[in-house]
Protein backbone atom coordinates (compact mmCIF):
# COMPACT_ATOMS: atom_id res chain seq x y z
CA UNK A 1 0.00 0.00 0.00
CA UNK A 2 2.80 2.19 0.75
CA UNK A 3 4.64 1.50 -2.34
CA UNK A 4 1.36 2.34 -4.70
CA UNK A 5 0.85 5.77 -2.36
CA UNK A 6 4.97 6.42 -3.35
CA UNK A 7 4.27 5.83 -6.30
CA UNK A 8 1.19 7.86 -6.96
CA UNK A 9 2.56 10.96 -5.15
CA UNK A 10 5.80 10.32 -7.22
CA UNK A 11 3.61 10.93 -10.57
CA UNK A 12 1.30 13.57 -9.44
CA UNK A 13 5.06 15.42 -8.46
CA UNK A 14 6.09 14.79 -11.93
CA UNK A 15 2.55 16.00 -13.96
CA UNK A 16 2.46 19.23 -11.73
CA UNK A 17 6.00 19.90 -12.93
CA UNK A 18 5.38 19.18 -16.45
CA UNK A 19 2.48 20.86 -16.43
CA UNK A 20 4.31 24.07 -15.53
CA UNK A 21 7.68 23.46 -17.78
CA UNK A 22 8.35 25.85 -20.70
CA UNK A 23 9.76 24.88 -23.89
CA UNK A 24 13.35 25.70 -24.18
CA UNK A 25 12.30 27.48 -27.37
CA UNK A 26 9.74 30.54 -27.58
CA UNK A 27 7.31 29.66 -30.21
CA UNK A 28 4.34 31.59 -29.04
CA UNK A 29 0.97 30.44 -28.86
CA UNK A 30 -0.42 29.29 -31.74
CA UNK A 31 2.29 27.79 -34.05
CA UNK A 32 5.87 26.57 -33.80
CA UNK A 33 7.59 29.34 -35.36
CA UNK A 34 11.12 30.13 -33.24
CA UNK A 35 11.60 34.07 -33.05
CA UNK A 36 7.07 34.15 -34.59
CA UNK A 37 9.06 33.53 -38.20
CA UNK A 38 11.89 36.08 -37.89
CA UNK A 39 15.34 35.01 -39.82
CA UNK A 40 17.71 34.41 -36.93
CA UNK A 41 20.95 34.84 -38.97
CA UNK A 42 19.29 38.28 -40.47
CA UNK A 43 20.46 39.96 -37.10
CA UNK A 44 23.51 38.95 -37.41
CA UNK A 45 23.83 39.54 -41.55
CA UNK A 46 21.54 42.71 -41.96
CA UNK A 47 21.72 43.86 -38.29
CA UNK A 48 17.99 43.88 -38.33
CA UNK A 49 14.81 41.95 -37.91
CA UNK A 50 13.62 40.30 -41.27
CA UNK A 51 11.21 38.05 -41.60
CA UNK A 52 11.23 34.45 -42.82
CA UNK A 53 9.49 32.70 -45.56
CA UNK A 54 8.00 28.91 -45.85
CA UNK A 55 10.38 28.12 -48.48
CA UNK A 56 13.42 28.31 -46.21
CA UNK A 57 12.93 26.30 -43.02
CA UNK A 58 14.48 23.81 -40.80
CA UNK A 59 13.65 22.17 -37.25
CA UNK A 60 15.88 22.57 -34.57
CA UNK A 61 15.15 21.79 -30.85
CA UNK A 62 11.44 21.18 -31.46
CA UNK A 63 11.11 24.54 -33.09
CA UNK A 64 10.59 25.73 -36.76
CA UNK A 65 13.06 28.80 -37.59
CA UNK A 66 12.46 30.25 -41.14
CA UNK A 67 14.92 32.17 -42.86
CA UNK A 68 14.58 34.74 -45.59
CA UNK A 69 17.22 33.38 -48.04
CA UNK A 70 18.93 29.66 -48.71
CA UNK A 71 22.04 31.41 -47.66
CA UNK A 72 20.76 31.77 -44.21
CA UNK A 73 18.96 28.87 -43.52
CA UNK A 74 22.57 27.06 -44.73
CA UNK A 75 24.21 29.13 -41.78
CA UNK A 76 22.23 28.31 -39.06
CA UNK A 77 22.13 24.43 -40.16
CA UNK A 78 26.17 24.34 -39.95
CA UNK A 79 25.76 25.82 -36.64
CA UNK A 80 22.69 26.76 -34.79
CA UNK A 81 24.52 27.44 -31.50
CA UNK A 82 25.82 30.15 -33.00
CA UNK A 83 22.83 32.25 -34.68
CA UNK A 84 19.92 31.04 -32.06
CA UNK A 85 19.25 34.04 -29.74
CA UNK A 86 19.95 33.27 -25.85
CA UNK A 87 17.60 32.05 -23.31
CA UNK A 88 15.38 30.46 -26.43
CA UNK A 89 14.17 33.53 -28.02
CA UNK A 90 12.56 34.45 -24.45
CA UNK A 91 12.71 38.17 -23.30
CA UNK A 92 16.42 38.49 -22.01
CA UNK A 93 15.24 41.41 -19.36
CA UNK A 94 12.48 38.68 -18.38
CA UNK A 95 14.40 35.60 -17.96
CA UNK A 96 16.95 37.79 -15.76
CA UNK A 97 14.31 37.83 -13.29
CA UNK A 98 13.51 34.28 -14.31
CA UNK A 99 10.49 35.17 -16.13
CA UNK A 100 9.52 33.70 -19.50
CA UNK A 101 8.09 36.84 -21.74
CA UNK A 102 7.60 37.00 -25.11
CA UNK A 103 9.35 39.71 -27.19
CA UNK A 104 8.67 42.12 -30.08
CA UNK A 105 11.04 41.04 -33.08
CA UNK A 106 13.04 44.66 -33.49
CA UNK A 107 14.06 44.98 -30.11
CA UNK A 108 17.51 43.21 -30.00
CA UNK A 109 20.91 43.18 -29.39
CA UNK A 110 24.16 41.52 -30.15
CA UNK A 111 26.93 40.98 -27.48
CA UNK A 112 29.91 39.17 -27.75
CA UNK A 113 28.34 37.83 -31.09
CA UNK A 114 25.39 36.45 -29.52
CA UNK A 115 21.83 37.71 -29.96
CA UNK A 116 19.53 38.69 -27.26
CA UNK A 117 15.63 39.81 -27.76
CA UNK A 118 13.71 41.69 -25.60
CA UNK A 119 10.30 42.43 -24.83
CA UNK A 120 10.00 45.94 -26.53
CA UNK A 121 12.53 48.23 -27.65
CA UNK A 122 12.27 50.48 -24.08
CA UNK A 123 13.14 47.28 -22.21
CA UNK A 124 15.97 46.63 -24.36
CA UNK A 125 17.02 49.81 -23.67
CA UNK A 126 16.77 49.23 -20.00
CA UNK A 127 18.38 46.27 -20.16
CA UNK A 128 21.53 47.62 -21.99
CA UNK A 129 22.27 50.13 -19.33
CA UNK A 130 23.28 47.03 -17.07
CA UNK A 131 23.55 44.04 -19.63
CA UNK A 132 26.44 42.19 -17.95
CA UNK A 133 24.97 41.72 -14.99
CA UNK A 134 21.53 40.34 -16.28
CA UNK A 135 23.25 37.99 -18.88
CA UNK A 136 24.89 36.86 -15.53
CA UNK A 137 21.61 36.04 -13.69
CA UNK A 138 19.88 35.06 -17.57
CA UNK A 139 22.56 32.41 -17.82
CA UNK A 140 22.09 31.32 -14.26
CA UNK A 141 18.08 31.36 -14.57
CA UNK A 142 17.53 29.91 -18.06
CA UNK A 143 18.90 26.10 -17.74
CA UNK A 144 17.14 26.23 -14.40
CA UNK A 145 13.86 26.74 -15.68
CA UNK A 146 13.92 24.43 -18.61
CA UNK A 147 16.16 22.06 -17.88
CA UNK A 148 19.15 22.29 -19.71
CA UNK A 149 22.37 22.06 -18.71
CA UNK A 150 23.68 25.19 -20.18
CA UNK A 151 22.36 27.99 -22.24
CA UNK A 152 22.91 28.51 -25.83
Not at 1 to 6: D, E, F, Q, V
Not at 8 to 36: C, M, Q, R, V
Not at 82 to 94: D, E, H, N, R, S
Amino acid sequence: MLKRLATLLTLLTLTTFSAFAKDPIETGTFNNKAIYGYDTVAYFTMNKAVKGTDEFTYSWRGADWYFSSQAHKDLFVAEPEKYAPQYGGYCAYAMSAGRFVGIDEEAFSIVDDKLYLNYSKGVRDDWMENQAEFIKKANKHYPEKVGLTDVN
